[in-house]
């Protein structure tokens, strides 16, 4: 009797396509759910008959009251090698193994410099005008060459996103609570005294940190206020590092020029969150993450997991 893996969140019905199943498919019924299942009791009456589920990063938490009303669950395979929403101790008492995949840092990077070049030449907002007979140019762009390029964040994608604002000709500063004048050096950056200083001389600040207790809200209203009336600010990283009132709140006061942002405090976003109609906001449904590629290593690594489990072998164990 074969297993069943269900497929969580395969919202663009891509997950069977970009990968080869057919190696699992004598021993693995796999079904692909195309819309975000929200709420325990949801999540157990959808998953109560299958032994795998293959998540997408943290999306769907997997907390030990939702792993103890699945008895048949054997393996969770989640993308990405961090996951902070499994209760890695339930999975373990109850015989549940948890196996991860790699992930490509190029699609967030690409995704914050989408979202950055589109607020500094008011890309959405020309192109909606000229579509519709709009007014021919409402807007005067911000220029990038000889700006700052403030960073929270130096890691995998913080650099490489700095050595593209190098190559803009940006000035590029940043600052983290572990960042050393010898790894800004070795990127190329210069490394900013304080927080503050990098927040109120930055033109552009774009965010690359890990969600933990240390980065959770740390930039908040008095963070914000910090920020020139002309700069933007960019999050492709977690949305509970900036406090979503206090960036609402400069939105609509007009403190700050705008904000990207492609990662939210609730996924998918409710009909009426308010960050669906906040002025001077380009938003992005989490497409950091989403790309053909980055799809194809997650559920390619994915389909390795499950048959090195079946093998009795896992590889890529969590945490």
């Not at 552009?204 to 008095?222: E, I, K, M, N």
Request: hydrophobic content about 45%.
């Amino acid at each position: 009797m074969r297993l069943r893996c269900a497929v969580l969140d395969d919202f663009q019905r891509v997950a069977t396509e970009v990968a080869d199943w057919a190696v699992v498919a004598d021993d693995v019924e796999v079904v692909s759910f195309d819309r975000h299942i929200d709420g325990e009791d949801d999540l157990v009456a959808a998953l109560a008959g299958f032994d795998i589920v293959v998540t997408l990063r943290e999306r769907v938490s997997f907390p030990g009251s939702l792993i103890a009303r699945l008895p048949r669950l054997k393996l969770i395979v989640a993308s990405g090698m961090r996951n902070s929403v499994i209760d890695y101790a339930a999975a373990e008492a109850h015989g549940v193994t948890v196996c991860g995949t790699a992930s490509s840092s190029t699609p967030p990077v690409e995704m914050t410099w989408a979202l950055l070049l589109g607020l500094a030449r008011g890309l959405v907002e020309e192109s909606n005008a000229l579509r519709s007979g709009g007014p021919w140019q409402s807007t005067v762009g911000a220029d990038l060459h000889g700006r700052r390029l403030g960073l929270l964040g130096l890691g995998k994608i913080g650099s490489r996103v700095a050595r593209v604002g190098l190559a803009f000709g940006m000035r590029v500063g940043a600052w983290s609570q572990n960042l050393t004048r010898e790894r800004a050096d070795e990127v190329g950056v210069e490394l900013a005294p304080s927080k503050e200083e990098l927040l109120a001389d930055s033109d552009f600040v774009s965010v690359h940190l890990a969600l933990g207790d240390r980065t959770r809200g740390l930039l908040g209203r008095p963070e914000l206020a910090l920020l020139k009336p002309s700069a933007y600010l960019i999050n492709t990283s977690r949305a509970a590092i900036v406090d979503q009132d206090a960036l609402l709140d400069a939105l609509h006061a007009g403190r700050i020029a705008g904000a990207g942002v492609d990662v939210f405090d609730i996924e998918p976003l409710p009909a009426d969150h308010p960050m669906r109609t906040a002025p001077r906001l380009l938003a992005t449904p989490h497409l950091g993450y989403v790309s053909r590629a980055n799809y194809a290593m997650y559920y390619g690594q994915a389909v390795e997991d499950i048959r090195a489990f079946l093998a009795g072998a896992p590889v890529r164990r969590l945490p």
